[in-house]
Nanobody, 119 residues
Framework: VQLQASGGGLVQTGGSLRLSCAVS????????MAWYRQAPGNQRELVAT???????NYEDSVKGRFTISRDNAKNTAYLQMNSLNPEDTAVYYC??????????????WGQGTQVTVSS
């Protein structure tokens, strides 16, 4: 099982980026998917989650600016990030609960993608 994250980059304050996280490999299904981020010197923090059914939750500082979505047919999650500011600068990681065999769920992490917001 692999999680491939992409879409990071350098953007100016107020700009937008869209991250993608694709799950591939031999799997039965993917349950909750999430985005985390880790800035230098900080602990990894949860940014947003989305269930298989589409219920989403957000960390307070990104509410109204970020939108998490998913395409279950593609086992892919997205994070649309708008109104970015320098405090959003971090490595963003995707996470997914994957049913690898019937009844067994395993959490997997993507490799991280750098988001840098310049002032």
């Amino acid at each position: 099982v692999q999680l491939q994250a992409s879409g990071g980059g350098l953007v100016q304050t107020g700009g937008s980026l869209r991250l993608s996280c694709a799950v591939s490999g031999s799997i039965f299904s993917v349950n909750t998917m999430a985005w985390y981020r880790q800035a230098p010197g900080n602990q990894r923090e949860l940014v947003a989650t989305i269930t298989y059914g589409g219920t989403s939750n957000y960390e307070d500082s990104v509410k109204g600016r970020f939108t998490i979505s998913r395409d279950n047919a593609k086992n892919t999650a997205y994070l649309q990030m708008n109104s970015l500011n320098p405090e959003d600068t971090a490595v963003y990681y995707c996470n997914a609960d994957v049913q690898v065999v019937r009844g067994k769920w395993v959490p997997y992490w993507g490799q991280g993608t750098q988001v840098t917001v310049s002032s």
